[in-house]
């Protein structure tokens, strides 16, 4: 049954919000068996019907978001409701929710939300607890020679639609596609290498398997997409170890620094940073992980060459002799932090993100990157990543804890 | 015209990867007075001829992303080529330049590169500086019986496609849609004041000058949008400033660090952090502005409870006293961060980000917020935010953020 995604409001064209309704709606259905075929986003208004009209015959399931709210430019009931020959009723169960909702929170309930107590008559009620608007279900049915498919009205707020997918959408499409999923999907992470390198090493041997392959590169990373027969997998998954092996960061999406606290809890040792140009980067990649706190003991953003000295000791000579964006200085910086935090590993980075700051012998987008351990041995990259500012961030703290996983 | 938006890639549609593309160029098309009316997403293969096969007679510019890449998957050039009846050809600039960059990073190239020089025979090279893939315009033209709109392909990558879309693809339709916009987008950033509240204050007020009026909350803040004829955005502005005054972070869509980074920096004064729950996103915030350095002299995070010790100098007793999570605690870490950084100011933050660690006292999503000045005075404020590790981050730089500009 195909399976497509409407998403509506004028705000997601002009920019102004990011939709992450087709990420998290995929991410959701993909373990059902079920993918997403196609994704459409169309302003407030008329292009909804449109919109909605095409899919008619051609997709059996759609999931449509936004236009549920009080607000008059919220036509998504009645332009279904239209579109269907259903006629709008008013909802009386939905309107004593809505109005208990705001007498929990001592508010007033504006007249307005009166609209959102009105559905299709033949509509399902999809309890919403995280806001006012409740999602519709519409099941599949004739209308006139077409055949209307299984239609979801969801909010629009994130936080809003997401319990109600996962809690109530999920199960009516397992009971209308109850087929378990043959297939699976796998994903192996890869740091280091191109996508095309990637590709020249395991592409024609892992399609000789007859699997889908696909391919996705970030900045210094790309992972690499299986899906097929669980057996396939297994195989698939043995030729990229074989030749990719220790380019290999996660087979389970793992993000790097997850694999790290994952890793350092593991054999009970503890981590500490000294960041100049990463400017904090690495410990909020790092602290995003939960339970990070028992593996990171702390950073020390030293953005200054003042602060070298003083939170890490770096000897201000060194600094005066070498320049700050220097191997001497990152050694410093290492050595400094895994001494003033205790810890057994120190990352340090010290580059220039740019865009001012560079000059003939360092330009902009030179980086060095230190590692100290605790039996006492420092190792220094040099590295160059001449890009934007946000880039730049992202490959020095991939590099960095790249060369710590190396050497775990 | 009728601008449209393709984006083709599975990975797209599996949910591995957010779509930004709809964003940002939304953004790109506003100030040109160009919006955008639909987006479609679709899997690679098949698919992507069939939707932009349906753009025919509909779209005056449809701007297609992905598919460029080096990789069997990558069939956009083939898909264009064929429904335009138009031969592929090699194209010796495109492959040269792709040579020289595999060069310049001493990389070797693979052979599927070559793919990447192909080109319809009537397309205009886009050059692509962070990538090898060039973009791709072929202007309108007759195919059979319909009108192909000006097509643009571009590359997947947001860090190649950006650049490209700025520097040439803007130009081009800029040509192609010379009307100078009599429609101007004003956007206001509020913070600490929610959505509901905040159309309450100005909501019916702005409506009735006849302008267009949206919303966009994100945790903790509201950007308020007006469009409309300039004279009537400035009589808005006038409106928002009265009713939300104290509350309007930025008139100009500026980051609240960026505001920050500017205003101190019209000071001449400094900028330190002692970061426990935020670890270390305060100073990856500020160091994401250019130009931070003249500002923020550095940051410590300190996770550990020995490292709010040993690197901002909080009295170990009043840890065991008071406990990490205190109003004594977020003190000294302010007061001992301007001290060691020898700044003008230091905000500190210690909290319980969750999912585990809270206490009946101190449950998960509870924090403290310090802001230690110049002139010796220190205050601090307690918060409650009960959610996901990530916003709570989010709030909490926030409103330490908010704190700080507030006192300036």
Known sequence: MRIEVLNTGTELLLGGVLNTHLQFLAQALF???????????VPDGEAIRTALAETFGRAGVVLITGGLGPTTDDITREAVAELLGMELVHDETVMAAIERRFARRNL????????????????IILHNSNGTAPGLYIAERAVGAQVAPHLFLLPGPPRELQPMVTEQVLPILE??????????????????????????????QLLSLGLELGYCARPGEVDVRTIGHPHVLAEAERIIVAKLGPHIVSHDQRPLEKVLVDLLTGRGETLAFAESCTGGFLAHRITNVPGASAIFL??????????????????????????????????????????????????????????????????????????????????????????????????????????LRRHL
């Open 298 to 403: 702390g950073g020390y953003v030293t953005y200054a060459n003042a602060v070298k000295t003083s939170a890490v000791g770096v000897d201000a000579n060194l600094i005066e002799q070498h320049g700050a964006v220097s191997e001497p200085v990152a050694r410093a910086m290492a050595e400094g932090a895994r001494h003033a935090a205790k810890a057994d590993y120190a990352l340090s980075t010290t580059g220039i993100a740019g865009p001012d700051g560079g000059t003939e012998e360092k330009p902009v987008g030179t980086v060095f990157i230190a590692l100290a351990r605790k039996n006492g041995e420092t190792l220094v990259e040099k590295h160059r990543f001449p890009t934007d500012r946000k880039t730049f961030k992202d490959l020095v703290s991939l590099t960095a804890f790249e060369i």
């Open 31 to 41: 373990p059902l068996g079920l993918r997403i075929e196609r994704q459409v986003t």
């Open 108 to 123: 007033t309930m504006s007249p307005r939300n009166r609209r959102q107590a009105q559905r299709p008559a033949e509509a």
């Open 175 to 204: 009971k209308l596609m109850p087929v378990r999923p043959a297939f699976e999907m796998r994903m192996v992470r890869v740091a280091g290498v191109g996508e095309s390198a990637v590709e020249e090493l395991i592409g024609e």
